[in-house]
């Protein structure tokens, strides 16, 4: 069983609030290893007001939060019967699991607020083996020589004509080999 990204629907305008009773609910019912991060998408836009430049957080789906998790029939009902909580989409009801994210769905939400579907600093360390999986590189493995956690970038050695070579490569662009 694999961590994946779920979609969740909630009541409109308690996204936060159904992403912290889920992070306590995991945590009080000891489910830490199969609920890991629930993310309500947001992007920052600047407006420009009277001459003064505000940043302003704008849901990008409202009524829906994103949780990764391993799913099990206790975390779904855990997380199904938090409050707020609607369903889960991707689900036909009747009690079946739902249908999780592609990898470049889910790539290309997080990307848009910066993040990355891998925890770098918990799961990527140098001398990892990878795959890169999108970009000019695709179809190549290397070995993690340096990790940038500022700009979610990576340097990877990989084999290129014979020759060692470091690339640099977006964190959304390797799977950990």
């Known amino acids: 069983m694999e961590k994946l990204w779920y979609v969740v629907n909630t009541y409109s305008g308690h996204e936060e609030s159904v992403k912290e009773k889920l992070l306590m609910r995991a945590e009080s019912m000891g489910f830490q290893d199969y609920i890991f991060r629930v993310i309500v998408p947001e992007t920052t836009e600047i407006e420009i007001k009277d001459g003064v430049k505000?940043?302003?957080k704008k849901k990008m789906f409202p009524g829906y939060v994103?949780?990764?998790?391993?799913?099990?029939d206790e975390a779904w009902y855990i997380v199904r019967n938090t409050p707020g909580v609607t369903g889960f989409i991707g689900s036909s009801g009747k009690g079946a699991k739902p249908t999780p994210l592609l990898p470049q769905e889910i790539d290309r939400i997080l990307v848009n607020m910066g993040l990355s579907r891998m925890d770098?600093?918990?799961e990527m360390s140098i001398g990892d083996k990878v795959n890169i999986v999108d970009g000019p590189f695709k179809g190549m493995s290397g070995e993690v020589s340096n990790i940038d956690l500022e700009n979610n970038r990576l340097i990877v050695n990989i084999d290129l004509?014979?020759?060692?070579?470091?690339?640099?490569?977006?964190?959304?662009?390797?799977?950990?080999?």
């Open 120 to 122: 770098i600093e918990s």
């Open 161 to 177: 004509f014979g020759q060692e070579t470091s690339v640099e490569v977006e964190l959304f662009q390797v799977n950990k080999a």
């Open 54 to 56: 505000k940043e302003k």
């Open 66 to 72: 994103l949780v990764e998790m391993i799913m099990s």
